[in-house]
């Protein structure tokens, strides 16, 4: 389980960081920044305790460990208002470090009992010590963080007080006049989200942003080194994809003129919805680009997302100029490290790696090379049969869709427990080829798409098909008549680039369950920190000392919390 949770960490701290690099203003005179927006404190431990103890059934471990862990850090904290996190480029000038900085504003209880509370029994017990200034301002100090701390609103009325925390050298982030943090996020609770994040920029800033931005691509790399274990082909390519990564950030935080993503957990439904909204500033490669979604539907367009699948994936990405000179450099990158990987795995016997490398030329020569449809056009539905058993079907717009028959051709060359049949059948102008995989595949495969152990691909001019598990021959066929005769079930809205919905329990039972039988770890390696052990020490809430949670514990939480019935998500 630890590959699972490890996985999911990463996905979610990936979201925030990547959005990290982005910035958000509410006129002119504001700072860039990103707007991370919690509807309240209250309501993120009433959903947390949900996924524990409702969905998880580990009640003794929200009582003793989680949330006394999360409980102990909202002392004097008003837990039904609005928390405010914002994150800020640095403006670095020439002997000034690149970066980002922090800059919160937590609600805190109303009174003198409360402000006191907040200063006395958090910020105090963890290491930060506020001394009055002035009115309503702090500088803190400590061995854990210093700055300045302004407290804003008057709790006399209506308002809620937020204490906003500035860097030590960044005490112009909370100006004496600074107003109150919700006028600039009201509009994001406004459209009910649990949690935000926003980007709003203006033209005038451009310039602003731009040198943000060089600056801190260059700070983001200096992370990217070459692991004692990795290659240097392997390295130039992960090198390459960091790099073409942070250059598509540092364009939407230049180009941007809104970007926002919200979350909201529906516990009743027991369902979570994200929305993301990407707008350009006008006269910018980023504004051309987004008007060229929807320009082309997609190929796919015919084929009906199920109302509940465990995954459905609609994708119809143009590329633009600024995406190709990035596709230019990535391919031969991406196709290098492919064969290094052939090379150094023990996977292959000796006699599979040569075929397997002309698999991957062949692969890359029909889906990449010379990159002549400007897009990527795909689909993928995994849906649940009345049986219980999983059945996948997909496609992708191709160069060469017939390119793919040479491939399938050398699958029994790098596999040589697997057979294929050629041309099994035809379904219009689509080839059907038939794969046995029935020997030397993975258990978890058969428990959670049955046992046939048919795999079928279909080629065609400018499409490939690929189907599996229970019930993928009828849909495969089903979904290749829909497109060949063009019926009109097409999506109304051809702009939407991409639609996604999934259930995460069975995809990351399945993953795990690979994962452990195989040691091929799909989930990837991130090493985390449980709840609990910053603060480290053994003991009760009393004492404001925790015993860490345990991570195979926490593990196990998010496991089970995850595999809901699927008729329930």
Avoid at 31 to 53: H, N, T
Avoid at 221 to 235: G, I, N, R
Wanted: charged share 30%; with cysteine.
């Amino acid at each position: 389980m630890r590959r699972t949770l490890q996985r999911f960490t990463f996905v979610i701290f990936s979201l925030v960081f990547t959005f990290a690099t982005l910035c958000s203003t509410t006129d002119a005179e504001d700072k860039p920044r990103l707007k991370i927006v919690m509807a309240s404190p209250q309501g993120f431990l009433d959903d947390l305790e949900y996924l524990v103890v409702d969905l998880a059934e580990e009640k003794k471990q929200w009582d003793d460990n989680i949330y006394p862990s999360l409980d102990i850090f909202l002392i004097g904290v008003e837990r039904t208002a609005p928390l405010r996190f914002d994150i800020l480029l640095s403006d670095a000038g020439p002997d000034e470090k690149s970066g980002y900085r922090y800059q919160p504003c937590i609600p805190i209880e109303s009174g003198r009992k409360g402000l006191k509370a907040f200063n006395d029994d958090n910020l105090d017990p963890i290491g930060i010590t506020p001394k009055l200034k002035k009115r309503d301002y702090y500088e803190l100090t400590g061995s854990v963080f210093e700055g300045w701390m302004r407290i804003v609103g008057d709790d006399r009325g209506d308002q809620v007080r937020y204490a906003c925390i500035a860097a030590k050298d960044h005490e112009d982030d909370i100006p004496k006049d600074m107003p109150l943090p919700e006028e600039s996020h009201k509009d994001i609770l406004a459209k009910g989200y649990d949690l935000g994040f926003e980007v709003l920029n203006t033209a005038d800033q451009t310039e602003l942003r731009k040198k943000q931005a060089d600056d801190f691509v260059p700070y983001l790399m200096k992370d990217v080194a070459k692991k004692p274990d990795e290659t240097e082909v392997w390295f130039n390519f992960r090198k390459t994809s960091q790099l073409h990564k942070y250059q598509q950030l540092h364009r939407m935080y230049v180009e941007a003129k809104q970007g926002t993503i919200g979350w909201t957990t529906d516990v009743a439904k027991k369902q979570g919805i994200a929305e993301f909204v990407l707008k350009a500033l006008p006269e910018t490669g980023l504004f051309d680009f987004i008007q060229t979604m929807g320009a082309e539907p997609s190929r796919f367009a015919a084929i009906k997302m199920a109302e509940d699948p465990v995954l459905g994936l609609r994708l119809n990405l143009p590329f633009d100029d600024f995406r190709r000179v990035q596709l230019d450099e990535w391919y031969p990158a991406a196709l290098a490290a492919a064969k290094d990987k052939i090379d150094g795995s023990d996977e292959f016997a000796e006699e599979e790696r040569e075929p397997a490398k002309q698999a991957t030329d062949l692969l890359f020569d029909m889906l990449a090379a010379g990159d002549p449809l400007g897009r990527l056009d795909m689909f993928l539905d995994i849906t649940r049969a009345e049986s219980g058993k999983l059945g996948i079907v997909g496609g992708v717009r191709a160069r060469d869709g017939k390119a793919a028959d040479e491939i399938v051709k050398l699958i029994p060359k790098l596999h040589q427990e697997w057979s294929v049949v050629m041309d099994s059948e035809m379904i219009g102008d689509t080839a059907i080829h038939t794969l046995d995989v029935t020997k030397d595949t993975p258990k978890a495969i058969f428990d959670y798409f049955g046992d046939s152990g048919i795999v079928y691909v279909g080629t065609s001019a400018e499409l490939v098909w690929i189907a599996g598990g229970e019930g993928a021959y009828e849909a495969l066929k089903a979904n290749i008549e829909k497109v060949s005769s063009g019926d009109s079930e097409a999506d109304a809205t051809p702009e939407k680039f991409v639609d996604l919905k999934l259930q995460a329990g069975p995809l990351v039972s399945f993953a795990d369950d690979l994962a452990d039988e195989t040691d091929w770890n799909l989930m990837g390696v991130v090493d985390i920190k449980p709840p609990g052990s910053a603060i480290g020490a053994s003991g009760d809430k009393e004492a404001k000392t925790l015993q860490p949670v345990d991570p195979n514990e926490i593990r196990k939480i998010v496991r089970r919390s995850l595999l809901v019935d699927s008729e329930d998500r």
